[in-house]
């Protein structure tokens, strides 16, 4: 994520919970760390552009506000995670 942290992990095989122990959550460095981590752990790493995560209420409108722009459709559609959890418009 832009922040420093990550919007998504996908693996193709099992983790250890030791890769998420003791990482400082909420911080700019919980990617650096993880990524740290895994190399240690002797996991193969690959990143992907960086987007901007959900944290706070005000990401929130940020987001909804870059997806009006980019569909041109004012936001709505109630599909996915957000739709799911009633914050969708």
Known sequence: ????GFVLIAVRCALRRA??????WGTDTV???T????AEAGYSTALLPPLQDIDRPDDLAAWR???AAASGS???GG????GFFGTDP
């Open 65 to 67: 506000a870059l997806r």
């Open 35 to 38: 990524l740290a981590r895994a």
């Open 74 to 76: 004012g936001g709505g």
């Open 19 to 24: 890769l998420f122990d003791g990482v400082n």
């Open 1 to 4: 994520a832009l922040d420093g």
């Open 79 to 82: 599909s996915g995670a957000l």
């Open 31 to 33: 990617l650096e760390e």
